[in-house]
């Protein structure tokens, strides 16, 4: 699994500071570094909230040489894409496939931020291995820096998470259902001429939403009691049996 160094390059705002480290704390990273921050103040403890701590033990350093030593790669964030060849370096990932790309990895990956005005400036970039954008209008693409981390920090996240999953219902017990279903429109005496195709569409419609096994037995549930009930309503009431003069 790899890990993360968030670091910040000249940031302006103290409250985009603290926002990016409460993000951080959202989502399980820990080591921020400034190069050449602005002022930290009580704005930026505000927005840490919970992530205070994250806020308490960033490093501040003066170079940006300073800010990537000791990783393995280098990753940019930038609010501009291109897709033609030659501008390389600005050919770019989304989060989703710059996570994916790095979630077998057990690299040290500096995330870099630039300055909330201008970004990282070229030659910067150029030193970096992965450059990643979030794609938005084209009309307005450029994100506020803590809406953009927490985007990425989100990625990078739940790339790794192990999802629990429910015990889907196999075939056996979609034939059982659709079983059921069939029988369950024999004894609501349903046009024959529609019953064929409403058993094709019960069918597919089962196989489209994957029932879990607990969602088949609650339906067969409801089936088994539909059928029984339609049956019951459907049987000839007894005539009430006439007395006999000794019973008189």
């Not at 597919?204 to 879990?212: E, G, H, L, N, Q």
Request: proline share 5%; glycine share 6%; net charge positive.
């Amino acid at each position: 699994m790899p890990r993360f160094r968030v670091v910040l390059v000249e940031p302006q705002n103290d409250g985009n500071i603290g926002a990016i480290a409460r993000s951080m704390k959202n989502f399980g990273l820990d080591e921020l570094v400034l190069v050449r921050p602005c002022s930290i103040g009580e704005e930026a403890a505000k927005r840490a909230m919970h992530g205070m701590d994250v806020l308490k033990n960033a490093r501040t350093v003066h170079t940006d040489k300073e800010g990537f030593d000791g990783v393995d790669f280098v990753a940019a964030t930038s609010g501009v894409d291109t897709l033609n060849e030659k501008k390389f370096s600005r050919i770019s990932l989304t989060p989703r496939e710059f996570a994916e790309k790095v979630k077998g990895s057990n690299a040290e990956i500096a995330l870099v931020f630039g300055r909330e005005d201008f970004g990282l400036d070229k030659e910067l970039l150029k030193k970096c291995d992965y450059l990643v954008t979030i794609p938005a209008n084209p009309e307005y693409s450029i994100l506020n820096i803590s809406h953009a981390a927490a985007i990425l920090f989100y990625e990078l996240y739940a790339s790794v998470l192990v999802k629990w999953k429910p015990r889907e219902a196999g075939k056996l017990e979609r034939e059982k259902m659709s079983e059921y279903f069939s029988m369950l429109l024999d004894s609501i005496d349903y046009p024959p001429h529609k019953k064929e195709k409403t058993k094709v569409m019960f069918k597919r419609m089962i196989a489209r939403s994957v029932p879990s096994q607990w969602e088949f037995h609650t339906l067969m549930g409801v089936l088994d009691g539909a059928m029984k009930k339609a049956t019951e309503g459907a049987r000839p009431k007894k005539r009430p049996r006439k007395k006999t003069r000794n019973e008189n």
